[in-house]
């Protein structure tokens, strides 16, 4: 019995009599939201939630809100869903009998038995169109499910109705109502509210998460919308093997095939066999690509269809499967000899065939039959004996889709309900239809064609103007029934105005287009959002400016989703244009903000910057929290190209006009704004403050983005400063949220700062590379262009490993990547000490000399890059010999000091300040100076704790206290070399273990400063 409509144990959640609206709020409760944040939630009034709160608990029969928690903890089903196989099969596995496919069904039954073993499978049948592919899987279907209770899903790609995610939405659907909602909520966490985005009819009633839809980031939402899918086929897989069927894969929309390549990947899924048929021949691009891929890592078992045998043909003849002539008659050889070599053992035909004997008084053998020539004649004949009113019905059925609903096609015909199923009726006793409704309270009424054969049959019987019209209709019904939820229905009321081509209003057609991309922007749809914004770019030259501003907008949108920024801004930017023409300071506000943001997060400072400029510039006199904002973002565009006094200047102007204003979330802003500008110019101190105080409004504020932007930043700048506990917690704020919103560049801060934190104390060179790595594949998923930072760990983790080539290859890249930014300086210096390290001081001063200019000047504030490339140049001055160059480095690192405030540098892996500054003043035989900082450097080591920073501190304060010449620290020194070679011999750093062995050697000890150099080599 269907899950639906079986009898649930008592006690159960779905006995209680919970309303919709009441499911949305008990979910709320058990997310811990306050009535107050409920009422924000789901746009209702605090009264409205404390009266459905009320009814919970007396509906649980428990007195406050623990209990209510409880109570639903204690009730929810543990029992496995249980459903029966989707009727689209049932019917198939019904329509007569099962002949031939023996090895086929014995391949299949191999891989199900892998899969009830816990594995992963995936199955491809391919065949033309009506050779089988559907029925062998319907068949198989109806066997296992005899005996294994499996959980059998199923969805259909539609050449017409070509959703993003839609074969999966369909075959998700019955499974999604069936679940228990607490249970499903539970599992997912707020994963739930993703799944409204590939089944937006199902039911469900989870946790909505307000979700910043401007700033959410569309490669997270699309990894948060995966993992749900993978959350759902998981929870299936755990009580019964799962058989997933995705039928006609060759339409399939891109999107689609990405999140079924997410679902094959290798160890993704257990106990789930994926089988998807497709037809050769109809290939595109993004199919040919996925099933290359799939070839390359899943290694797909692949079942070719060809035509039945003629015993086979013979055996179809001999069943019921409607003809009209009798067994004796027809069980013939010589007609199942006519019928294979007129259809080529192809099933569908053979059985049009079949049934084609004997209707009307026709002849009774294949040999002196008038036979129709081909299966869409067939179909022509027999939809021409049914009633003239079922036939037009026909007609607008096949021109709705291969799958329908009944509620359309009668507003369409305009037809009474008698009426109505009277042709619904008459076509599926032809078997031209049949009927997919799910079993389930909240199911649609839904047809579908038998084949697609039969329905492009029925439409090529429609005279083409008839088509266009019958479109336009559609288009029309799909309005009035859908009102309240056009944009969930856009891409099928644009898919009809299209069709219906020249009689269709052009301005409707791209308003409608227009929807449905920004629909599928919504889903992560990227790929199918920007094929609908391109075909309304088409007929928008008669458009309204409002239309034609927001469709540049939204494609500018959907171009930045699949990485094609510089396009991207260019669409942005010809929104923006027509926003200023029509003074709309909102939207000129907006879009600027946006196409400023693209191009920062590309490291595309001088356009980041230019598009705010040119923002404020399209403001004109407009002195309200719009211009605060651009300003807010021209800043943070400024101080990342290196633009001190005038970042610091615009951020100021934010901060008046907020005072001005009295907005208090504008203030917000404007310190977000400082906290994420001053670390460029690595001011990590007053940055930190900044953002405690931005965060004060912001946590109370709908800016869930700049919260979580800040929140990055702030997490980063607290390490630099050594304040690892506050990290800590900053990032345990962040990360919910990041992924929440879509704000992946904050997202990936935490997750550096993360790995960073691990390498400071445990100082493993392959965890650094490991994580090196999966950062860099991240930067390339995503499209950031930061990759230069994850370049640079690995050439670190392979320098502490002493791979050094390696590593060379790593920095150059990173040097390579290194985008126009205030970071310039941290890639060459990195660089240039490995070469000093591998004794290459010719390339190594040739690199310095290039890029000189990058040192920081005195007595001003320097960008980051600047700063880093003093600190980490000085090392390897000192090992090529070059002490005088290094000693001169000295100021402009003690500036850095008392400047910035900060201890070590979080992106170099924790290079500690101080330990920078001790090995300038050794170089300036300043032994005093350098005595103190390498103490203090220890000290930041010891506290952070640093396991790498200590034990490279150890060894150059040893190797100064044996070059300053005082027989009294020789024993200090070497047991400073030996306690940094210890550690370097547990963290397996082969060269850095012979680098001390070195230092240890007795000549060592008698030579002075110049042998200082000798730490390299």
């Not at 010449?965 to 070497?974: D, F, L, W």
Request: aromatic share 6%.
């Amino acid at each position: 019995m269907p899950a639906d409509s079986k009898q649930l144990q008592s006690g159960s959640l779905r006995d209680r009599g919970i309303t919709a609206r009441e499911w949305e709020v008990l979910q709320a409760v058990l997310d811990h939201l306050t009535n107050g944040e409920i009422a924000a939630a789901l746009s209702i009034s605090v009264r409205t939630v404390e009266s459905h709160v009320s009814n919970l608990l007396t509906k649980f029969e428990v007195t406050d809100r623990s209990g209510l928690v409880a109570a639903v903890q204690a009730n929810q089903s543990a029992e496995p869903v249980r459903l029966e196989a989707p009727p689209s099969l049932l019917r198939m596995a019904s329509a007569g009998e099962f002949v031939g496919r023996g090895p086929e069904l014995r391949q299949l039954h191999n891989e199900w038995g892998k899969v009830q073993g816990g594995a992963q499978g995936l199955v491809l049948i391919s065949g033309d169109a009506g050779i089988g592919k559907s029925r062998l899987v319907a068949e198989f279907a109806r066997q296992i499910s005899v005996t294994d209770d499996p959980v059998v899903l199923h969805g259909r790609c539609d050449e017409d109705v070509a959703g993003p995610f839609e074969a999966l939405g369909q075959a998700l659907a019955p499974y999604l109502r069936a679940c228990d909602p607490g249970r499903l909520a539970a599992e997912l966490g707020d994963l739930a509210e993703e799944l409204s985005r590939i089944v937006p009819n199902s039911g469900l009633r989870l946790p909505r998460v307000p979700v910043d839809a401007m700033h959410s980031d569309p490669h997270f939402i699309r990894s948060r919308l995966f993992d749900a899918v993978t959350r759902v086929f998981r929870q299936a897989s755990t009580s019964s093997p799962v058989l997933l069927v995705v039928d006609d894969l060759h339409w399939a929309p891109e999107p689609t095939l990405l999140l079924l390549r997410h679902l094959m990947q290798r160890g993704m899924l257990e106990r789930t066999l994926i089988v998807c048929t497709l037809r050769p021949g109809y290939f595109s691009d993004a199919l040919i690509d996925f099933l290359g891929e799939l070839r390359r890592d899943a290694m797909p078992v692949q079942l070719e269809l060809g035509g039945l045998h003629r015993l086979e043909v013979a055996q179809l003849l001999g069943a019921d499967v409607g003809s009209a002539v009798s067994r004796d008659d027809i069980f013939s050889e010589r007609l199942a000899y006519d019928i294979f070599s007129e259809t080529r053992g192809n099933p569908l035909y053979a059985g049009e065939l079949i049934r084609s004997l004997g209707e009307d008084n026709g002849p009774r053998s294949a040999g002196n039959a008038d036979v129709p020539h081909g299966v869409k004649d067939i179909v022509a004949a027999r939809v021409r004996r049914l009633r003239q009113e079922t036939q037009t019905m026909l007609g607008m059925a096949a021109v709705l889709g291969q799958a329908f609903e009944l509620s359309v096609l009668q507003r369409l015909a305009e037809v009474d309900d008698q009426t109505l199923l009277e042709g619904v009726e008459e076509a599926t006793q032809a078997q031209l239809l049949y009927d997919v409704t799910g079993i389930s309270p909240g199911a649609v009424e839904r047809y579908e064609f038998v084949h697609a054969i039969v329905r492009k049959a029925i439409i090529e019987s429609v005279s083409p103007a008839r088509v266009r019209r019958i479109h336009a209709a559609a288009a029309a019904a799909l309005e009035q029934l859908f009102s309240h939820a056009l944009e969930e229905r856009a891409d099928e009321i644009a898919r009809h105005l299209v069709q219906a081509g020249p009689i269709s209003d052009r301005q409707n057609i791209m308003r409608y287009l227009t929807m449905a991309g920004r629909a599928a922007l919504g889903s992560s749809a990227a790929e199918e959002g920007l094929r609908y914004l391109n075909q309304a770019m088409v007929i928008m030259d008669t458009a309204e400016a409002s239309d034609r501003a927001e469709l540049w907008f939204q494609r500018g949108l959907a171009l930045r989703m699949i990485g094609r920024w510089p396009d991207s801004v260019a669409s942005l930017r010809t929104a923006l244009n027509i926003y200023a023409e029509m003074g709309d300071v909102r939207a000129i506000s907006r879009t600027s903000c946006e196409a400023t943001h693209t191009m920062f997060w590309f490291f595309r400072m001088k356009e980041a910057r230019d598009l705010a400029a040119y923002g404020l510039e399209r403001l004109g006199s407009h002195e309200g929290a719009e211009r605060g904002r651009l300003l807010g973002a021209l800043s943070f565009a400024q101080a990342w190209s290196g633009e001190y006094e005038s970042s610091v200047d615009n951020i100021r102007r934010e901060l008046e006009i907020a005072s001005r204003l009295e907005d208090t979330e504008l203030r917000g802003h404007g310190l977000a704004m400082r906290a994420m500008q001053l670390p460029a110019f690595l001011e990590h101190t007053e940055a930190v403050a900044a953002g405690y105080e931005a965060l004060e409004i912001l946590r109370h504020s709908s800016d869930v983005w700049t919260l979580t932007s800040m929140l990055g930043f702030l997490n980063y700048t607290l390490v630099g400063l050594g304040r690892l506990g506050e990290a800590r917690a900053i990032g345990a704020e962040l990360a919910p949220i990041a992924v929440r919103v879509g704000n992946y560049a904050a997202q990936q801060q935490h997750t550096r700062m993360n790995a960073m934190i691990e390498f400071f104390q445990n100082g493993s060179p392959a965890a650094l590379e490991k994580f090196a790595r999966k950062d860099l594949a991240f930067c390339h998923a995503v499209g950031l262009a930061t990759p230069e930072h994850s370049l640079a760990w690995l050439g670190l983790a392979k320098f502490l490993a002493g791979e050094w080539e390696e590593a060379k290859e790593a920095y150059s890249a990173a040097l390579e990547t290194e985008a126009e930014t205030g970071m310039v300086g941290w890639g060459w210096s990195a660089l240039f000490e490995l070469l000093a390290y591998m004794g290459d001081s010719q390339a190594a001063m040739s690199l310095l000399e290039k890029n000189r200019n990058t040192f920081p000047q005195l007595d001003k504030a320097n960008t980051c890059g600047s700063w880093v490339a003093a600190l980490t140049a000085v090392e390897g001055l000192v090992v090529l010999g070059e002490l005088k160059q290094a000693a001169e480095l000295l100021p402009a690192i003690e500036q850095c000091i008392e400047r910035t405030g900060v201890v070590c540098i979080e992106f170099r892996a924790g290079r500690l300040v101080k330990r920078s500054a001790a090995i300038a003043a050794a170089a300036a035989g300043d032994w005093t100076r350098a005595e103190r900082y390498f103490r203090e450097a220890l000290q930041d080591a010891e506290s952070i704790p640093h396991v790498v920073e200590r034990a490279h501190t150890l060894r150059f304060h040893g190797k100064m206290l044996l070059q300053s010449g005082e027989q009294s620290s020789s024993e200090r020194a070497k047991s400073y070399l030996r306690d940094a070679r210890a550690t370097y011999m547990k963290l397996t750093m082969p060269r850095h273990v012979a680098i001390c062995d070195l230092d240890l050697e007795p000549n060592q000890t008698a030579s002075r400063l110049p042998g200082f150099a000798d730490t390299g080599h």
